[in-house]
């Protein structure tokens, strides 16, 4: 049953990655559907997030896609409360409805998401430090490293250009990963089965992605479909564990 779900991995990390995401809530919900359970799902969006992320930013950060002036105020804002978020113990209950709510929020951001680039402006604190910090603590909660959420924000608060979007999403998708593992480890220590696999596969989508990213593909019927993944799979985590 493993090469499917690597396959449903490979392909949400090239869509997602195209976009400037590590492709957490995706690779959430090809693990809802394949009915993962909760101990193998954290750690695992985790290490992809963070291995995925990092390529993108890479590559778009050498082709000058990327703003620091909007990065810092919200890492720095979010990279403890996804320490503390990843320290959290919590029940396969409370994860599942946790997990499928942020599945649900993150189709409604997918299907509302459009594109949209206004006179570009400085990023206000006391806008971006809560954002930060919520978004920290909801990635360390759930490895959703949350890319999805702040991509639109960044855009409708006219911060960045759509590349420019891409690149500073993928950072803070990289660093908040990297705190949410850091405070999981402290409290567990066995990794997933499989999880050199299901890091393999989603490098390698993530090159692809990468490059799409570059090139500034636009993927708006992707992003729609995409959504709808997210929305079954929550559907189904909700019922799994209603069952």
């Not at 090239?14 to 799902?41: K, N, Q, R």
């Not at 105020?73 to 409370?94: C, E, H, K």
């Not at 660093?175 to 393999?200: C, F, K, Q, R």
């Amino acid at each position: 049953m493993i090469w499917p779900l690597l396959i449903a991995l490979f392909v949400m990390a090239i869509l997602y990655s195209s976009v400037g995401h590590g492709g957490a809530s995706g690779y959430l919900a090809a693990m809802a559907l394949f009915g993962l359970a909760p101990e193998t799902m954290r750690p695992a969006v985790l290490v992809m997030n963070i291995f995925v992320a990092a390529l993108v930013w890479l590559r778009l950060y050498r082709a000058n896609h990327f703003d620091w002036r909007v990065y810092l105020p919200l890492a720095l804002a979010a990279l403890p409360m996804a320490y503390i978020g990843g320290t959290f113990q919590l029940s396969a209950a409370v994860y599942y409805y946790i997990v499928a709510s942020a599945l649900l929020l993150a189709a409604w951001q997918l299907f509302r998401h459009r594109q949209h680039e206004g006179e570009i402006v400085a990023p206000k604190l006391v806008v971006a430090i809560p954002l930060g910090l919520i978004l920290g603590l909801a990635a360390g909660l759930t490895g959703i490293g949350g890319g999805v959420y702040l991509s639109p924000v960044l855009l409708m608060m006219s911060w960045t250009t759509m590349r420019t979007n891409a690149g500073v999403a993928a950072a803070f998708v990289f660093t908040n990963s990297l705190a949410g593992l850091a405070g999981y480890m402290t409290v567990n220590t066995v990794w997933p089965e499989h999880i050199i696999d299901y890091v393999v596969v989603a490098v390698l989508g993530a090159l692809i992605g990468s490059e799409l990213a570059v090139r500034r593909l636009s993927l708006p019927r992707l992003k729609s479909i995409l959504a709808l993944v997210l929305v079954i799979a929550a559907i189904k985590m909700i019922v799994m564990h209603y069952n």
